[in-house]
């Protein structure tokens, strides 16, 4: 016996059932995002390599061990995707979009790679939704970002949705902190996990995500970002606070809320589901004042988020798959003449914008009817070496019709015109 292949561990085959529900977030997406001036964009699936070790970081997780990377025939060191931000960057100075009116908003809607330990809601190949909006470092920009990922998710019905709140400062603040922080982790080295200890120097901040029992009983007397913040920095979150509260929008401050990603500047937030297990996180987002500017282009202001399209659907419950419509399915009852009469009408149907499923599968003209009750097709016209016949599936009425006026007939009744 021949092995049966799989498809790679932590990859998934979007079925069509799945992919009628995924339909679903992508029209949500565009109508929230559309509504608010975003615009679609899609960068390659690959990028090079520099380009996430200088935009994402080199002291980040995903840069450290979640990127797949390649060497292409030419020799040069690409990788696949593992977020969006920094790929829209890299266009956005690539295309000289700093000309264009600021800030220039855009959404994406495409699938990333991460070398990751495959479970639930976690995969190496993933779907997100992302809007980024660049040129503007406008307190509203921050909290309409923020508005507009808790939009989509009420759009799709995600339950239980938390969101959290935080600033991260500019990065000379950062800068400082950090060493308070490392200076207070050194101090208690002890308690720490090993992983949370090897990064002292790396990445401290990511000590706040630790669920190590006692790194968390550390963390709770370690100094907080928060109280770090410059005057402008600390009127800047003030002013997205006020925005988010005048808009009403439910979220707590969190001044323990790190992200993965090294660029984020001044604001950060992230969004839970209560309805999902350990992978909690929805989708996430920030500020980040200075990635357009490291990737290569004039300094630039900006502020994105992604939200997992897995997750959400997880989050968002079963829903119930919707199957095409079918206004039309074309029964054979004969032989030759009678296959090559339904396939033209078929044809016909579909170039008036019909929807025509023609019988494929070789079934009996009892088969065939039972196949078109399965797909719920409005009429089923049953095409015979010598003449044809036209069945309403709603009345169960039959009526003997012309091939040639079988379309305009249906045409008719689908808008109410009757015979
Ligand atoms: P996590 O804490 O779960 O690792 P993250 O901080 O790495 O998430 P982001 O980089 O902020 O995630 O990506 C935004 C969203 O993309 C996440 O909230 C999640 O919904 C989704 N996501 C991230 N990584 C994966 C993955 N490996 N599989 C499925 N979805 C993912
Ligand atoms: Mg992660």
Known sequence: MIERLQAPRGTFDVLPDDSERRAAVEAAARQVLGAA???????????????????????????QKEMYTFEDGGGRSLTLRPEGTAPIC??????????????????YLSSFFRFERAQAGRYRQFWQVGAEALGSDDPAVDAE???????????????????????????????????????????????????????????????FDSDHPDTREVMREAPRLLDFLSAQDAEHFAAVRALLDAADLDYEVDPTLVRGLDYYTRTVFEIESGALGAQSAVGGGGRYDGLVEQVGGPPTPGMGWAAGVERMLLAAGEGRAVAPEVDLYVAVDGGQPARQAAFALAAEARRARLHAQLELGGRSLKGQLKQAGRVSARYVAIVGDTGSALRDMDSGDQEDVQVSGVVARVLRELRGLGA
């Open 37 to 63: 001036g975003y615009r679609r964009i899609e960068t390659p699936a690959f990028e090079a390599t520099e380009l996430f070790a200088r935009g994402v970081g080199e002291s980040t997780d995903i840069v």
């Open 90 to 107: 890299r266009a956005y100075a690539e295309h000289g979009m700093h000309k264009l009116a600021q800030p220039v908003k855009l959404w």
């Open 145 to 207: 970002s923020i508005l507009l990922a808790v939009a989509l998710l009420d759009e799709l019905e995600v339950q239980q949705v938390r969101v959290r709140v935080s600033s991260l400062g500019s990065l000379a603040a950062r800068r400082d902190y950090r060493e308070r922080l490392q200076e207070h982790l050194r101090a208690h080295a002890d308690q720490l996990s090993a992983e949370v200890r090897a990064r002292i120097d790396l990445n401290p901040l990511r000590a």
